[in-house]
Each structure stands twice: as structure tokens, then as C-alpha cells.
């Protein structure tokens, strides 16, 4: 007997068929004596809608009132399939993220989990009853409903996990696995066996959505095995049962990984933007004035690029935000020009992010020299680079995203088993 947590996305309990297509994929670990808690996102579409409805309401909206809304969609999910449960002869009940208590820190909207009492769902395993869990949502210290960001369910999922202790967290979602790169964009992509904690971290924070940041930093911290599977298949086919090796992609460490490549997948954000401030009076403080300001308005910083000055007086600051974030970064800066000084004031919107990922480039020189090489074959400007030790991110034009994407898939071989 084992304990697994079972996480369930928004295509996957899109509706009533869906829901029910859950519930028989939970049917299968109750019948083989496995407790089990369930996670669920809100039906597809739902969250957007929910956001929407709160701009609409108002552009500057309270936070804790957004939480409350949006909040929403996972409270109407956990109480369907608990009942799709029960109507199959499951013992299973519904937990809003208030109940159990899942306790979060105080930033509405974007709140990490601080702690969760899992002993209420454990004493209720025992009673042999499921636990389904409205994912996404706990409560904060002003006593309100917290959402953890979007794909936020990842995170509920895990962090429950590491909390009873499961044996397993299973991430169900509309493709069977982690892929070399997202296979809307690549039909080529294929399938990852495991990926090591490190390069999904990676993957997840420089676009692949598949699983939210802050569930690989805590399946990571928390040694949580975590296997990225469908929902999308026979619930009773060959193998869905299996403990130790279900289908799907596993999140370990890298010593589990015998045969480690260099490049392991093609990661892609878009709607960046990037902002130029030209002319800058080139000394110490600089930065500081330019980036404390943009952190203290919750701006999201990416890469940063600055020249050497000709003549060391003046010099020139390149850095990316999301788009989403440039008319107030740029309002920021204004207000700061003062105390920054620069001349000129410049940015570009609709830019894309795209990085290539890999463990193994740690050991390998010239991995960067053949992306550039083959970016310049397809005649792609790059704009702007970074790097760390396993991974190059580049920053490119808007409508040149899904050829650099493949281009770059196919010139490290991933598109070859
Ligand atoms: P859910 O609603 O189940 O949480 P998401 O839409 O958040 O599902 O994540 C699954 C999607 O992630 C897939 O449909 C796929 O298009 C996208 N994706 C992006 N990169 C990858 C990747 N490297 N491997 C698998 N899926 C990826
Ligand atoms: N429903 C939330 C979202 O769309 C959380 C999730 O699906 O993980 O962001
Ligand atoms: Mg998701």
C-alpha cells in the first residue's frame, strides 16, 4: 500500500465527461489500497475568465478580492468530482484550502505555502476516505483566501505531498510527459524518461508550463518523487497502475539519470520586453538606482545587459520585463530620472525568450557557439544573451519564436531518439 497524491489541470476536468475520466483514474489507486488525496485545478478557461471579470470590475483592483474571486473555479471542481467520487462508491470528500489549513504568506495573488496540517487528511486515510483538494488556493495571515499564482495546482500538489508524506505526487495534465520542448510548437519534440530537478527548474521558469516553478523547487527541497503523466488515456490501460514506474516523466535528482545529453530541452517565454536607457553617467550607484526602484514596484527583472563606455563617463543599460509590466516600469524609471540620469529612454515590446537547457553543458564547450550558428543560418537577430552554467537563453523577435524553437531542437539532435 502506498500513499499518492494525484493532480489533475484544467483540461483534465474541463467537464462533467472529463471529471468523470478522473474519478476512474482515482477508482484505479483506491482499488489497489492506496490512499489517496486529490488535487484539482479550475475547468479550463475558468481562472481567465475569473481574472477578466475582475478587471473588468475594476483595472486597480484589492488583491484580497481578487484572491476571492479566482479563487473560485477550484472550489467548484472539488465538489464535482467529490461527488463523481461517491457516485462511483468511493468514500470521498471535498477541502477548500481553508479547511485543511493550507497557510500561506500575505501576498495575494502571487502566495507561497508556509505550512500545511496534514494530519486531519492523514487520520481520514485511515477512515479509508479520498481527500479531494481544491488546488491553488490556501490562507493567508489576515485569515483570507491566498491564490499561489497562476498554475499554482502544481505547487498545492506537491507542497500536500511533502506534507502527508506521499509515497508519490502525480501530476496528470494533457501530455504524457516532459518533452525536449513544448509539443504544440515541435510535433518532433519527444517524450523525456526523467529530468533532473535542476534543468526542470529551468525548463519551468524560462517558459515550459507544464509544471509551475515553485512545485519543482519543492519537490526538489522536499524529495518528493514526482512523475509529470496524462489523464488523457484509459485510466485502466496496461501499466497506469504501475507504483514504481508509471508512464510519464519522472523529476529526480541527476544521479538517477544514467545517460545524461547535453541539451535536454528548448524552453520559450514570449511577451518580453525590453527596455534601453542610453546615456548613463557611468559610476558606482547606477544600477542600484536603476533596480531598486523596479524591485520595490515588483518588477520583474530579466536579462541585463550593460556596455563599457568608450570614454568611462557615459554608458548604456539594456534589461527585459514582461510585457505586461513596461508601462509601469517605465513610469518608474521616470519618476527615478532625477536620481538615475540617463538621456534617452527606449523600449521594444513582443520579444521572445528562447533558451536551450542542459546538465551537460556544464562538462561541454561550443554548446552556445552552435546556437548562435544555427540562428544566423535562419537569419535571426539575436538581441540580447545570458547564460549560466546549464542553460544560454536568447533573446529574438516575436515572429521568429517557433522557427528559433525548432531550429534549435534540431541542431542539438533532440528530435532524434
Ligand atoms: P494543466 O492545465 O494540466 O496544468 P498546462 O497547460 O499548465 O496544463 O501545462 C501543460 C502544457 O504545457 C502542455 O499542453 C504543453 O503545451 C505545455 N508545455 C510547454 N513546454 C512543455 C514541455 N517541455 N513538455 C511538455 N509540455 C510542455
Ligand atoms: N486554475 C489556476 C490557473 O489557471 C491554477 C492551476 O490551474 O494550476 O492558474
Ligand atoms: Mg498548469
Known amino acids: ?107 495575494h495573488g502571487a502566495a507561497r505555502i508556509l505550512e500545511i496540517d496534514g494530519s486531519d487528511l492523514i487520520r481520514r486515510f485511515g477512515e479509508g476516505q479520498v481527500a479531494v483538494i481544491a488546488g491553488f488556493q490556501g490562507l493567508g495571515p489576515d485569515n483570507r483566501i491566498a491564490t499561489l499564482g497562476r498554475g499554482g495546482s502544481d505547487t498545492s500538489a506537491v507542497a500536500i505531498a511533502a506534507a502527508v508524506k506521499a509515497d508519490r505526487c502525480d501530476i496528470y495534465t494533457d501530455v504524457d510527459g516532459v518533452y525536449t520542448t513544448d509539443p504544440r510548437i515541435e510535433p518532433k519534440a519527444r517524450r523525456l524518461k526523467k529530468v533532473a530537478f535542476e534543468e526542470m527548474l529551468e525548463m519551468a521558469s524560462l517558459g515550459a508550463k507544464v509544471l509551475q516553478v515553485r512545485s519543482v523547487e519543492l519537490a526538489m527541497v522536499h524529495k518528493v518523487r514526482t512523475f509529470v503523466r496524462s489523464s488523457f488515456v484509459d485510466p485502466d490501460a496496461p501499466g497506469m497502475g504501475d507504483l514504481l514506474n508509471p508512464p510519464g516523466t519522472l523529476i529526480c535528482d541527476e544521479e538517477e539519470i544514467v545517460e545524461q545529453e547535453v541539451v535536454t530541452g528548448i524552453a520559450y517565454a514570449k511577451d518580453e520586453a525590453q527596455i534601453s536607457l542610453r546615456r548613463l553617467a557611468d559610476r558606482p550607484g547606477v544600477s542600484a538606482a536603476i533596480f531598486g526602484p523596479l524591485a520595490e514596484a515588483h518588477i520583474n527583472v530579466d536579462m541585463i545587459v550593460q556596455n563599457i563606455s568608450e570614454d568611462g563617463s557615459k554608458t548604456d543599460m539594456t534589461f527585459t520585463v514582461p510585457s505586461t509590466d513596461v508601462d509601469k516600469a517605465l513610469k518608474v524609471l521616470s519618476d527615478a530620472r532625477d536620481k538615475i540620469g540617463f538621456d534617452v529612454i527606449q523600449n521594444e515590446s513582443g520579444l521572445v525568450k528562447v533558451s536551450v537547457i542542459g546538465i551537460g553543458m556544464r562538462s561541454h564547450a561550443g554548446v552556445a557557439a552552435s546556437a548562435f550558428r544555427a540562428l544566423a543560418e535562419k537569419g535571426i537577430n539575436i538581441k540580447a544573451i545570458t547564460t549560466s552554467e546549464i542553460k544560454i537563453s536568447i533573446l529574438i523577435d516575436g515572429p521568429y519564436a517557433e522557427l528559433a524553437v525548432r531550429t534549435l531542437h534540431s541542431v542539438y539532435g533532440l528530435d532524434k531518439s
Open 1 to 107: 500500500m502506498a500513499r499518492i497524491v494525484m493532480k489533475f489541470g484544467g483540461t483534465s476536468v474541463a467537464d462533467m465527461d472529463r471529471i468523470r475520466n478522473v474519478a476512474r483514474h482515482v477508482k484505479r489507486e483506491v482499488d489497489a489500497g492506496h490512499e489517496v488525496a486529490v488535487v484539482v485545478s479550475a475547468m479550463s478557461g475558468k481562472t481567465n475568465e475569473l481574472v477578466s471579470w475582475t478587471r473588468d470590475a475594476s483595472p486597480m483592483h484589492d488583491a484580497r478580492e481578487y484572491d476571492a474571486v479566482v479563487a473560485s473555479g477550484e472550489q467548484v471542481t472539488s465538489g464535482l468530482l467529490a461527488i463523481a467520487l461517491q457516485h462511483i462508491g468511493i468514500n470521498a470528500r471535498s477541502w477548500q484550502g481553508w479547511q485543511i489549513p493550507i497557510r500561506t504568506d500575505n501576498a
